[in-house]
């Protein structure tokens, strides 16, 4: 029971990331508008980008912004425990960003689709496709 | 279908949470990932780069590389969205709407009637047009200076406070589509323009690209700052501080253009004309 | 300046496609120049780079001066030099033979097409140059994101299968980021090398096991191996002719070598192939990607979409070929990597051609295109013969070495698939020849109606008449090109 307890305390975040890209997943995959696949996709790299920061994270340690830095010339000794790990945020800025440009040539295509076809069902659209 | 989704995710996700059980636990300070490459940046940022942000350090001189690149994806999402949706040969809209200042009637012109010429009883207006309201208009006017003004003082302050270019770039270009949103989307392209877009967002990764090119040319690898410490009359670990704060200019250009050029197009559908 | 030879690669064509879009605002005929400047120095840079590496071994290079692990670090090796070279040439001949195209039917919009053009090239040649697994996510999405944006220009219902493509494709993309997550979990490094030193340590754990089946998962979904080549035959039939002879050689080839890498070089070969236990599975979805791909062209009405699901099955060979694990296999797996790219430039720029005079692929509308086409027919013809395997032509030389080595390993499944590939390929040609070759009869009965020349226009000429004497230069030189630089690539540990 200990041993169950310790398991979920030291995991559960990452489990919470699993579930939420197994739900951006099933929203692609299943959805027939194209707006929900489109937001489906965006919560499974918001969920990876989640991920990443967490493993950055270290009880007790602040923000990576090194304080008093030009004021006493920086004479004291930093620790690396005090700080947490700068490497994941870096990442995942630009993860974010490449994000938000998928998103906007997403975006971008299905207005064209809507001009073309009036309609954002996946189904609709084959329709049409196929009376074409 | 939506039966064989459900199981294939219920699986994925119950293999990948298999997988996690030998995952270092949450927060533990031993984890591989927080001993082996991080502790040398969070001791030698200040040394380095004399940049206390380490964040910034590692983004724009570490990893400086990865940040050129990630302005390019956002010049190159504009360039699509420009390429997908714009259409430079506007053929006259269906039908414009116009309204009479001095009685509030509203007229449609259909394609091929003459449009009113006297510009100071008639005014054009959207689809979406909604009356005049003060508080909204005044407010928005009152703030968007402000928000400029934030922005900027967070691509300058990314150095000691979480920020720079990114950041600000996007605070910038929100108060732009602030200003579009409030009043009128024709007033907003008068005053930050397309053309001014196009040359913004190249001039951004441009400075960013040619600072690199520029080490490279005084002798240092690309991207190395410290060899433009002649140049700027410097010592090295200075002109990577400065060296920095130049990319982040570079980058928060760009993404204020690129943020700006990508509402008008998609919120005009390509056209440029009316929008939201 | 040659030290810096790596950075420049990547540079100037980035650089480049700034200046195209300040260009077309001003004066939009020196965009196609810019480029093709870009493209040629790329080029350049990459076939210097290759002769230093087979003069002096691998060639490295540190960004922003920073050592590995600290910083980024570039390394160039056998492998690397010689998919640069394949990918730098590729989309010049591409950028020059469809120029005079692309300014007829894209006049208005030929700044923003000709920067994501060099764009996704420069994205292409990050990829293939990068020692970094972070680094390599940015490019791909360089690349994946321009792709997207070119693909969805074309006709019909180009947009919604560009819309699928970029669903299919952000999900491969993110798996691959989250594999590259979970190694960073395990070993603490972004670095390619500096992982493969931490990993020996790590292998029974079931996080490196997660890594690399999620990176593998991830990049099967790019290069569309069976069964989840989906987005793949919609994307690239409908994209626009232009733009299809640089996406469709290229990406699907950069993604199998993004596999070898991943494969050799960050996982060693004792545990892709050894600990792991899964390289009979995925040579048998080669042998359904084959297979699948062969059927479903035989059943297509049109030229282009007939020509992408070959590519499928193209896919499926050195996919099989890599994971047959013996090096004769690997080596006819990266000497196609190299043939590939190049027959599928040329089909695919003779489709081009094709397309432009008559405005329809379909196999109806190809009679008599012999008389009327018959320097793009030529180049089509040694295309086809390439792709069905008959020497001189380089496809012999690399399915030669698939077929050894699959006998060699004993997967006699794979060999009657490549067989059974050849023999549809044949047919599928041939049938196109036949009709080709025929000429409807003149309306007043009095024999076969003489069709006039109607031939594309000269730029693309001299990129398919180049594109074909690569074709059987590459086979002549096979010989060559395996001792000298495809022995090197693959590591000495596979027998």
Known sequence: MDAALALIVGKYNYWIYIVLMMIGLYAVVVKKNLIKKIIGMNILQTAIILFYVSIGAKKGATIPIIAHAHNGGGEHVIHAAEYINPLPHVLMLTAIVVAVATLGVALALSIKVYKQYGTLEEDEIYEKIRES | ?276 | MSQHFPAIIIVIPLIAAFLVTIAGWINRRYCMPIAAFALTTALYGAVRLVLQVMAGGAVTYQMAGWPAPTGIVYTIDALNGIVLVVVSAVALLNLVGTSQIVARNYADRLAPFYSLYVLFVTGLLGIVITGDAFNLFVLLEITSLTGYALIGMGRTHAPLASLNYIFMGTIGASFYLLGVGYLYLSTGSLNMADIAAILPSLYESKVVLAAFVICMTGLFMKMALFPLHGWLPNAYALAPSVVSGLIAPLTTKVMIYVMVRIALTVFTPAYTFGTLGISQAIVWLAVIAIVMGSFMALSQKSLKKMLTYIVIAEVGYMVGGFWLANRTAMTGAVLHIINDAAMTLCVFLAACSIRFKLASDRFENLRGIFRKQPVTMAALVVGALSIIGVPPTCGFFSKWYLLSGGIAAGHYAFVAALLFSSLVNAVLFFRIFEIGHFEPFSRHGHGPAAERINEAPVTMLVSLLAAAAVLILLGLYSGEIVTNIIDYAIPAQIS
């Open chain 2, 1 to 276: 279908m939506k039966a064989i989704a459900m199981v294939a995710v219920v699986l994925c996700g119950g293999l990948l949470i298999y997988g996690s059980l030998d995952f270092p636990d949450w927060g533990d300070p031993n984890s591989p990932a927080s001993t082996h490459l991080s502790p040398y940046f969070i001791e030698n940022a200040i040394p380095d780069t004399s940049v206390p942000n380490i964040v910034t350090a590692v983004l724009a001189d570490y990893r400086g590389y990865d940040t050129m690149f990630e302005t390019a994806v956002i010049f190159s999402a504009g360039i699509a969205c420009l390429l997908l949706l714009r259409m430079f040969t506007p053929n006259a809209p269906d039908s414009r709407l116009y309204r009479h200042t001095p009685t509030g009637v509203t007229i449609r012109i259909e394609q091929g009637g003459k449009l009113p010429e006297n510009t100071q009883e008639f005014q054009r207006i959207d689809l979406s047009w909604v009356p005049y309201d003060v508080i909204v208009n005044t407010g928005c006017r009152l703030m968007v200076p402000f928000i400029q003004l934030f922005a900027l003082y967070v691509i300058a302050h990314g150095h000691h406070s979480p920020g720079g270019g990114f950041q600000g770039g996007v605070i910038y270009g929100a108060a732009v589509i602030l200003f579009a949103v409030s009043k009128d989307l024709r007033s907003a392209i008068e005053q930050v323009g397309e053309k001014m877009t196009a040359y913004l967002s190249s001039a951004g990764v441009l400075i960013y690209a040619g600072t690199g090119l520029l080490c490279l040319f005084l002798g240092g690898e690309y991207l190395n700052y410290s060899a433009l410490a002649g140049l700027l009359g410097v010592d090295p670990i200075a002109a990577r501080s400065h060296g920095i704060l130049i990319v982040e200019v570079g980058v928060g250009l760009a993404v204020m253009a690129v943020m700006v050029s990508l509402y008008y197009i998609l919120s005009s559908d390509g056209k440029l004309d009316e929008g939201l």
